[in-house]
């Protein structure tokens, strides 16, 4: 059998964090079982034409398996999901439930997030950007309303957790670091379910690795 390959970059910007892109693979890969290499990447490799034949606007991570090469990390995830137990229910209707979750994370959870994430990291020197911040946080916090409300005080977001919730616990913990998710309490419980998992755990500390090995070696 082939072996499961997926891309990653070897020196990751978020130093370690777990928010590369990588890391919702890496964790449905072992919510699921799977084996798995990784073949680690420069920003330049990244970049390179070699790499863009399989992720053609230069990211990563990418997923190949035998003849099969896959981009984009939630792409990834939901094939992965669906092909192995462990992410997907079985009943029809929840599934279908469970992959409209995996489309609200990527499609209308996250995008406000990354807005504000690109503002705190390039936009801080720029004399309008508290104003732009309040905006911006005034975004983040529409949608974490309408998903406390919605998760209310149940334990994941449609029965047992699934690909939805991996992937909207991925997306929510960009936001740790600026408390807005001390600001909903069911939420940052429920992340912090999500993080416990073992199988989060050793995806995390898989990712951390290697930034810790880079460290030590710079």
């Known amino acids: ?44 490799a990244v970049k390179a034409a070699e790499h863009r034949s399989a992720q053609p606007f230069g990211q990563i991570p990418t997923y190949r398996d035998g003849d099969l090469t896959l981009f984009e990390s939630g792409a990834i995830v939901l094939h992965i999901a669906e092909r192995h137990a462990g992410l997907l229910p079985h009943d029809a209707d929840a599934r279908a439930r469970a992959i409209a979750w995996m489309f609200a994370a990527l499609s209308t959870i996250e995008p406000p997030i990354v807005e ?34 919605r998760l209310d005080d149940t334990e994941w977001l449609d029965g047992g957790f699934s690909a939805g919730d991996l992937l909207t616990i991925a997306v929510l913990r960009r936001l740790k670091s600026s408390g807005l998710l001390d600001e909903y309490p069911n939420i940052a419980a429920y992340v912090a379910r999500g993080e416990a998992r073992p199988a989060f755990r050793r995806a995390f500390a898989a990712q951390l690795e290697v930034f810790e090995r880079n460290a030590a070696a710079g």
């Open 1 to 44: 059998m082939m072996t499961i390959t997926i891309t990653a970059f070897e020196a990751s910007p978020d130093r370690g964090r777990g928010l590369a892109r990588d890391m919702p693979v890496r964790w449905a890969l072992e919510e699921a079982g799977l084996a798995y290499d990784v073949q680690l990447l420069s920003f330049a």
């Open 116 to 149: 504000r994430s690109l503002a705190t990291l390039f936009e801080q020197d720029r004399a309008w950007f508290a104003e732009r911040q309040a905006m911006l946080d005034a975004r983040v916090r529409t949608r974490l309303g309408d998903l406390s409300r």
